[in-house]
């Protein structure tokens, strides 16, 4: 059976990295497709894969062969299992006027500033699984911000996505999509051979793996929910001390993130919100088994709006952009508004909502929305997202938006 080629988002913006910068990290999750899309530019020639022990014995003894064997740009995949060869690269490197790319499947490899200092000219660059805009084929690729210019540009390229809550069941790894059977026992067979080899495996958790699948099946029933450390040594039967070692595995190797509240008041000291990164693999952890099950689930409004916030930061990610500093959760108690974005001095109220009709107390919600943190920030378009059949706008300044604006 012949490979289906999904053209990755990443693709222009690398190919246009690649001509002025020397050195570029990609990193995300295992099994996003980091080294497919690197060999969609590179020779197999040349790379160099650090998953091999004696490859990384031979690169940390001599980083200078190790440049000297390829002489024009090269890859080195996986730069998480040997740190050190980074710092004998450096010296040699600064040299010589050779490109570097690295993979590595730590998305938080840089979390202090001596690592983001450690090569210059470097540009750091993070791929997810497939968006919608990939597996439909759209090339449009800026950041999801509803202003009135973005939603009319979209416009021009707009696609209805069929089955979302499919979509939903399977996930986004692109290997799930080279396959013409879609069946929802062959993504059952996926996921169990995922969780195997990628999780459980590279986790070294063999010992302790009934306990550690327990523990990411309650993270995932949790996703779309502030972090409660607690909750989860409670409901998983684990010691704290444990859940904060295995939750730093999840967020270091992308399975999960957090999202940082809207603290519109510059007081209160919140929780995070937790994200499951692939709501497939969400599914699996949490034994819904089927789409059917997923759409008729207890977790389907936190499964959904996870669905539609990893979209929405996958149009950052696949800019080029980072979306800390942008997107919020809004931390109201029970408030039907569940995304904040904030940019150039404008706020963005975003509800989601996985069912077509809207209940009546929601334009109630915005009218309520505490969302000035200074007398700076104007009120931008405020936005439902869900799967409507078309744009709505249900007040002036407030817009019913079907999910394929993102």
Known sequence: MQAVFIKRALTSLLENALK??????????LGAGKTSLLKTLYPKESFVNLDCCFVR?????????????YQGSFVIDEIQKSKPVLNKLKDKFNKERQVLVFTSSNTCIFENSEKKNLLPEHMHLELSGLSLRELYKVDFNA????TEDYLSTREQELISYNDVWGHIFKGNYPALYQSNDLSDSKVQEYYSEYFAHYVEGLYSVHRDCIKFAKFVAVV??????KLNLSKLSREAEISLAKVKKWLSLLLHTGIVYLVKPYDYQKQKRQSCKIYFRDTGLACYATQHITCETTKLSLYASNLFKTFVVNEMIKSYLNAG??????LFYYPVEDSLIDVVLEKENTVYPVAIHKNKLLPKELITEFNHFKGERN????RGLWVVLGLFEKKTYLKDNLVAL???YI
């Open 321 to 326: 952009d980072s979306f800390e500093d942008t």
């Open 402 to 404: 079907p999910i394929s």
């Open 20 to 29: 002025h910068r020397r050195c570029i990290f990609i990193t995300g999750p």
């Open 57 to 69: 014995l031979d690169a940390f003894d001599s980083a200078t062969d190790l440049l000297n064997k």
């Open 143 to 146: 950041p999801f911000l509803p």
């Open 220 to 225: 995932a029933s949790c996703t779309n929910c």
């Open 375 to 378: 007398t700076k920030l104007k």
